[in-house]
């Protein structure tokens, strides 16, 4: 990868944005994603150590801040807003779209899909066509490619990292 493989990802996501926007646009009746709705940002999230760092070039104040209580994503704030929106990582950018993927049983592919309870209004997730689902899959692995880049030459070696343990420690 001859490009820094933090501004690839940054690259990813803006990719990813674009993708995802003509799907919003399509399911704009069922979604009931906005801000203040933080159903999905779970606590314990981990991500890639790349999108990690994409966060402490982007946000190194956010990172000084009190991380929000346990239990939830630690970057959200206290009107349930994220504070790294603009850089989030990519599995936040594809939530509350209808979802699908495959998985092998029994020598099979077989295709999995889900969708948030909130958003569960509206045709089965059953009847859409592969079109209308947000594949999860191939951006995974270009993320996964973007990591392997990372390592390389940062000489980071976790591959994963929890959103929460990248606030820095509060001084004694
Ligand atoms: S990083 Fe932001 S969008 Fe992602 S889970 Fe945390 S608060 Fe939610």
Redesign the pocket.
């Known amino acids: 990868m001859e490009m820094d493989p933090v501004e690839y990802v940054e690259r990813l996501h803006a990719v990813v944005d674009q993708l995802v926007e003509p799907l919003t646009d399509h399911h704009a009746s069922r979604l009931q994603c906005k801000r203040g709705c933080?159903g999905?940002?779970?606590d314990g999230?981990s991500v890639f150590g790349v999108e990690a760092e994409l966060i402490r070039r982007k946000f190194p104040e956010v990172l000084r801040e009190q991380p929000g209580p346990e239990g939830m994503?630690?970057?959200?704030d206290a009107e349930g807003g994220?504070?790294?929106?603009a850089h989030?990582?990519y599995?936040?950018r594809t939530q509350g779209l209808p979802l699908r993927w495959g998985y092998e049983q029994d020598g099979e592919v077989l295709e999995g899909r889900d969708i948030c309870p909130l958003n569960a209004d509206g045709k089965p997730i059953e009847e859409l066509s592969p079109e209308e689902l947000w594949t999860i899959g191939p951006f995974e692995h270009r993320l996964a490619e973007a990591q392997a880049a990372f390592g390389a030459c940062t000489e980071a070696c976790c591959d994963r990292e929890d959103?929460r343990s990248l606030f820095e420690p509060p001084t004694p």
Do not use: D, I, N
């Not at 994503?73 to 959200?76: E, R």
């Not at 994220?82 to 929106?85: H, K, S």
């Open positions: 933080f999905c940002c779970s999230l994503c630690a970057f959200l994220c504070r790294v929106y989030r990582p599995v936040c959103l």
